[in-house]
């Protein structure tokens, strides 16, 4: 089987979040069949597969979770574009790196251990019900042990280093409901809330430098909710708060941030408001070493920041370096209709094939680790 008919039975099978049994399956069936000592690490639906490990080789990880955002449709291509649910997100870097493993598996004198760590439930889910996080307490020794993992979330190609940290914030507004046609017997929480909507609406991307990469600390409402009733003066207003920022800052100190833009917003309004955190996910802070360094400077690839969050975080928040690095293309994450260039896939499959051939020393890597 060549790669591109195999994506197309990988986004044949449904996998939304919590539903990841059967890719699991699939995939695991593929690679058992072909690669007969293929050691496998199993918990849930989380897979870590690898090839026998050789005593004092670097170990690379390739990293992808299994779960897609868009319903479910029948994949189909027209021209270099081939559509399927979660097609750039992140089903072609799970089809690569399976035909990785097989194409490494071949090599009889590696300079590499390999694996490939296949986990759920990374698409809006807390962190506790991650795969990876699932993973990293099952299989901690292991997985701290990795010298350097790709995780293959879309990046348009480009090599996309750490990631920023995400909080969400809920906020209610008060008011006093009553009949709309008698306004006057109660109070719009909904118009109570204009004047902290438009402070919040001013509040513009701050650009953070780091690890030589531009990222921006974003704060938005990204839900809004008021009481139903077509007839009926809302008596409660209540929106989400997505903060984002860069590496750097801790969770404190972005709590901290937060609260501060948060009240300097707030005090616009005539009646006390308040918030409650309900997610917080960290910054990845970068984490580095020589074959991290060397491996983006092999790769040729524009390095830029991931604007969004990542399991790079949690990866380097246990000391292992990672970064983002995929064929999918980020205008295409959760699309109805999304797709990949299969030119893309193919490139990103023959470039990695390449890491088998490069030469790097372990002593530098451990030193630094």
């Known amino acids: 089987m060549t790669l591109i ?37 199993r918990q849930g639906n989380n897979r870590i597969f690898s090839l026998p490990l050789i005593e004092n080789l670097p170990h690379i990880a390739l ?13 189909y291509q027209r021209s270099q574009r081939l559509h399927g649910a979660g097609a750039s997100d992140m089903q072609g870097s799970l089809a690569v790196f399976a035909f990785l493993m097989y ?45 350097l993992s790709i995780v293959g979330e879309p990046t348009n190609g480009e090599v996309q280093i750490g990631c920023v940290g995400s909080l969400h914030a809920q906020v209610i507004v008060q008011g006093q409901a009553c009949h ?16 902290f909507i438009k402070e919040i609406s001013k509040i513009t991307p701050v650009k953070q430098v780091v690890g030589g990469v531009d990222f921006f ?12 009733g077509r007839t009926t003066i809302p008596g409660e207003w209540t929106c989400n708060i997505n903060y984002r920022y860069a590496p750097g800052r801790d969770m404190i100190e972005a709590e901290s941030t937060f609260d501060s833009l948060f009240r300097q917003a707030a005090s616009i309004v005539t009646d006390s408001i308040n918030y409650k955190i309900v997610d917080h996910v960290p910054a990845a802070q970068i984490i580095e070493n020589h074959l991290f ?46 797709y990949i260039l299969v030119e893309d896939v193919l490139n990103y499959h023959q470039l990695l094939q390449g890491l088998a051939n490069l030469k790097v020393t372990a002593n530098q890597i451990y030193q630094e680790n």
């Open 103 to 147: 194409d490494f598996s071949q090599i009889t004198d590696r300079q590499f251990n390999f694996s490939f760590i296949l986990y759920d439930a990374e698409e809006g889910t807390p962190i506790e019900q991650n795969g990876l996080h699932k993973l990293i307490e099952t299989e901690s020794d292991f997985i701290r042990n990795i010298d």
């Open 293 to 338: 360094n060397q491996v983006i400077s092999w790769s040729g690839a524009k390095i830029t920041a991931k604007q969004a969050w990542t399991d790079v975080a949690q990866l380097n928040g246990i000391g292992v370096p990672a970064f983002n690095f995929g064929p999918g293309l980020t205008s295409q994450a959760h699309k109805p209709d999304e």
């Open 217 to 228: 600390d974003v704060l938005n409402i990204t839900e809004s909710q008021s009481q139903n």
């Open 63 to 75: 990293v992808g979770h299994s779960d897609v955002v868009p319903p479910h449709f029948c994949p």
């Open 180 to 195: 709309s046609a008698r306004p006057w017997d109660g109070q719009n929480a909904l118009y109570n809330a204009i004047p």
């Open 5 to 41: 008919p195999f994506l197309f039975d990988i986004l044949n099978i449904p996998s939304p979040t919590f539903q990841e049994q059967a890719i699991t399956k699939f995939i695991e069936d593929w690679l058992d069949y072909r690669i007969p000592d293929l050691f496998v690490r």
